[in-house]
């Protein structure tokens, strides 16, 4: 009888990533961001601020001396992976393009979700709630007979949620929008392969670098 044992991945987070619950549960204020796309709801129920002019609508190449932000992300996916940031490098803007990812989510929060992650490139399904972060964490089977010629098992992805540290806001701010209390909130970084640890530094939000282990 063949057994297939299940672990999802490995958390390898930096000490810098390991104090987040502390600095976030010791803010009093949230760092809520104030921007938001033109038509679009607040991304966060929080969120209560207009917007100001919206930079990500400049063009790659243009200048941003005179910026107050050196990010800015457009897009509604609740991976920065998945959208489009332009980022002041130098003295102009450059642009990543968003990736193609995966956008089933379902409509309401729910830990289970049976069969959220039957879908194509289910690694990239990253889904948020007022309730938590929830998407498809990688896990990995040890199955002799699925494993390559190389030894290698296959990936398989499980659906599961998460929630950020009290005091840091419930959904993912989008990286350059305004905040107040110097803090770093984690939305899954090590738990998704595109989960994002962020930092609310100099008044704006930014993406963290963590190296993870899946």
């Known amino acids: 009888m063949k057994r297939k044992r299940w672990s999802i991945g490995v958390v390898l987070v930096t000490a810098a990533a390991g104090a987040v619950g502390a600095a976030c ?18 991304s ?13 609508e400049l063009e790659p190449g243009s200048s941003c001396l005179t910026a107050t932000e050196r990010v800015c992300e457009r897009g509604a ?9 332009m980022r002041c490098v130098g003295s102009s803007w450059e642009r ?14 729910d830990p289970r979700a049976p069969g959220a992650c039957d879908v194509a490139n289910a690694g990239t399904l990253l889904c948020a709630y007022p309730e938590g972060t929830c998407g498809c964490a990688p896990a990995h089977v040890e199955d002799e007979d699925e494993a390559d010629d190389g030894g290698v ?18 959904t993912r701010p989008r ?5 107040v209390t110097p803090m770093e909130c984690d ?26 282990r899946f």
């Not at 098992?153 to 419930?170: E, F, I, L, N, Q």
């Not at 990286?175 to 905040?179: F, I, P, Q, S, Y």
């Open 187 to 212: 939305y899954g970084v090590c738990v998704f392969e595109h989960g994002a640890l962020v930092r609310c530094a100099s008044g704006r939000w930014d993406v963290e670098r963590v190296p993870c």
């Open 25 to 42: 549960a010791s803010s009093a204020d949230v760092g809520a961001p104030v921007r938001r796309e033109r038509g679009a709801t607040a």
């Open 77 to 85: 996916h609740a991976a920065p992976y998945c959208n489009e940031v």
């Open 96 to 109: 990543t393009r968003a990736a193609a990812c995966a956008a089933t989510c379902p409509a309401a929060h």
């Open 44 to 56: 966060l129920p929080d969120a209560s601020v207009e917007l100001e002019v919206d930079v990500c």
């Open 175 to 179: 990286l350059g929008a305004r905040c």
């Open 153 to 170: 098992s296959p990936t398989r992805y499980v659906w599961t949620c998460v929630k950020p540290a009290p005091g840091c806001p419930r």
